[in-house]
């Protein structure tokens, strides 16, 4: 049997520790030979570690576009010509999509900005909305707004967030040439805060920008090295107006040995198909990346983007948690919804489109 088999039945699957850097760049130059094993091998280590449940989650967004960086894959971004305008949702809104979501069955609700890291005001009316929004809604409050200080991470431990999102992005010896006005460290940093306050991390960030596959493996073990509870998976879905509008798509081999890749190298991490999945992997691949790792997505419509409809998120989950299931085993699920996008009228409900026509 082929090296790289071996070493990922024995140390990710057996023993439920991470791949190192090396064997990491070995999964994603697998020849096409070893890829179903590879990603069967995934797969297991999933159920193993993780159990067979998969988390389908939604997304809301408090501030949209008008960012000062210029991460080169963002849309929201103010400092491109991005077709994203700056809106922002009101308490009211937030409660509502919070009852929403809890009326689909998700235990968590995620409050996202489009900023550098928040200003107090901005803290103030996170605030506002968790203490409304856990008045009327029994649901766990995550939250993703930026780079924080060891302060405003305490803030909002006190606020009862359980839960941030901070990406790394990308490798670190690739982060210049993707983002200028902050640094990978910075990133880094606050999740070090969150961490120091008792938050749990949801930590990943986006494939197919650029970066050697060197370059992807290194990533991965950066992300491990972070141990979060939780790893977005994006592929590049190259944005109009944005520096990376041009950047090819990943083809979907190399983005189901990625996959693969980064649960081997965190066997027991929840690891979300987030934006751009259906581009890059196309309808088979996503139930294959399933299939081959993942356990979690996000359902319907990303922040920016259109995404799949829920319908067929909800088929692709209940796929992988029958492929997942053994007898005596309950499968579960966390479902939420993501109203927040460009149009209206979109066919995605009364919700979404009262929220994306700010
Ligand atoms: S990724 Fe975040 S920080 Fe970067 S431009 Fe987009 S919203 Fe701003």
């Not at 924080?148 to 982060?175: C, I, K, P, W």
């Not at 990133?187 to 805060?193: G, I, P, S, V």
């Not at 992807?216 to 879905?237: G, H, I, K, M, Y």
């Not at 890059?280 to 409809?309: C, Q, S, V």
Request: glycine residues 10%; proline residues 4%; contains cysteine.
């Amino acid at each position: 049997m082929h090296d790289i088999l071996v070493v990922a039945r024995e140390k990710a699957l057996e023993n439920g520790e991470g791949l190192g850097e090396q064997e990491v760049l070995a999964v994603l130059n697998a020849e096409d030979d070893h890829l179903t094993e590879l990603l069967g091998i995934a797969h297991q280590t999933r159920i193993k570690h993780c159990g067979v449940d998969v988390s389908l989650e939604g997304i809301i967004s408090l501030k949209t576009g008008g960012c000062p960086e210029d991460c080169h894959f963002c849309s929201q971004s103010g400092l491109f010509e991005s077709p994203v305008r700056a809106v922002t949702l009101d308490i009211a809104e937030l409660v509502e999509a919070a009852k929403q979501s809890e009326k689909m069955g998700a235990s968590e609700f995620c409050i996202v900005a489009a900023v550098k890291g928040p200003t107090q005001k901005l803290l103030d009316q996170v605030a506002e909305a968790i203490v409304a929004i856990t008045d009327e809604v029994d649901i766990s409050i995550s939250a993703s707004l930026g780079i924080l200080t060891r302060d405003q991470a305490r803030q909002l431990r006190e606020m009862g967030v359980s839960r941030y999102n901070h990406n790394l992005e990308t490798a670190r010896s690739f982060f210049t040439n993707v983002v200028t006005t902050h640094t990978w460290q910075e990133r880094k940093d606050t999740l070090e805060h969150v961490r120091a306050e008792g938050m749990e991390t949801c930590c990943g960030g986006i494939i197919g920008m650029g970066e050697t596959l060197e370059q992807r493996a290194e990533f991965a073990v950066q992300l491990a090295s972070v141990e979060p509870e939780e790893v977005p998976l994006n592929f590049l879905d190259p944005r109009p107006g944005t520096p990376f509008s041009d950047r090819p798509l990943v083809p979907q081999g190399e983005a189901l040995r990625m996959v693969a890749a980064m649960r081997l190298a965190m066997p027991r991490t929840q690891l979300r198909f987030a934006g751009g999945t259906e581009l890059a992997l196309g309808d088979d691949g996503t139930e294959a990346g399933l299939l081959g790792g993942a356990n979690a997505i996000i359902g319907g419509n990303y922040l920016t983007t259109f995404g799949r409809p829920m319908e067929r998120d909800r088929d692709a989950v209940d796929q992988a948690m029958e492929a997942g299931a053994k007898p005596g085993m309950k499968p579960g699920m966390n479902i939420g919804i993501t109203p927040v996008g460009q149009k209206r009228d979109s066919g995605n409900g009364a919700l979404y489109d009262t929220l994306t026509a700010l």
